[in-house]
């Protein structure tokens, strides 16, 4: 099993910066990909940012330019860097781990962490 634990959410005002953390622990095996998701009252849950070893990066058109996504290896950890932030990112934010253990591939996710834009 994976455990993450995300931190770093809050309240920002419209312009604002914020950077969630999310750290993985447990029975790491190989973490072939971390990344971001969020998901707004009423909505469905959405891909914010993703990163993959061997491939890089994505991001929803919605934040490219504005926010970050990096990993520290040697911590098993993921960050976003939210800036500019606006309303409209207001969400519960998720971070998600995908493993290759043993030969299986398993998906995994944090308990969410809210982030709200607001004046």
């Known amino acids: 099993q994976v455990q993450l634990v995300e931190s770093g959410g809050g309240l920002v005002q419209p312009g604002g910066s914020l950077r969630l953390s999310c750290a993985a622990s447990?029975?790491?095996?190989?973490?072939?990909?971390m990344g971001w998701y969020r998901q707004a009252p009423g909505k469905q849950r959405e891909l914010v940012a993703v990163?993959?070893?061997?491939?890089?990066?994505n991001y929803a058109d919605s934040v490219k330019g504005r926010f970050t996504i990096s990993r520290d290896n040697a911590k098993n950890t993921v960050y976003l860097q939210m800036n500019s932030l606006k309303p409209e990112d207001t969400a519960v934010y998720y971070c998600?781990?995908?493993?290759?253990?043993?030969?299986?591939?398993?998906?995994?996710w944090g308990q969410g962490t809210q982030v709200t834009v607001s004046s």
């Open positions: 998600r781990a995908d493993r290759i253990f043993a030969g299986s591939r398993s998906i995994y």
């Open positions: 447990g029975t790491i095996g190989s973490l072939v990909s």
């Open positions: 990163i993959t070893l061997g491939v890089g990066t």
